[in-house]
């Protein structure tokens, strides 16, 4: 449909509003969504895109939370990033030692 339009003309400072004809079409676009395992939402004013957003990010909430675990503990492996920050450490210490203190033991 028609998508009302308005906008201020940065050269003139003249503001300028009119329509644009949209073409949409709400049956590709809902199955572009469905290929993609997403889903399409039509929202014609500021109201709109707020419910579709709310919609959407609860959607996307619980399909994370049925994906997690939440009992499961997180670990990360932590000992290359000790042995990194001990050899900068290293380094560091020998460099300060050579260059600012000029080689003293």
Known sequence: ?????????????????????????DRALEAIAAAGGGSYLRAGDAGAIG????????ASL??????????????VPLGRYFAMAAALAMAMAW???RVVLGGLA
């Open 51 to 58: 419910r579709a957003l709310s919609r959407l990010g609860n």
């Open 62 to 75: 619980q399909r994370v939370e049925s994906a997690v675990q939440l009992d499961t503990p997180l670990r």
């Open 1 to 25: 449909g028609d998508a009302p339009i308005e906008y201020i003309d940065p050269a003139t400072g003249e503001r300028l509003a009119g329509a644009y004809h949209s073409g949409f079409d």
């Open 95 to 97: 460099t300060m030692r």
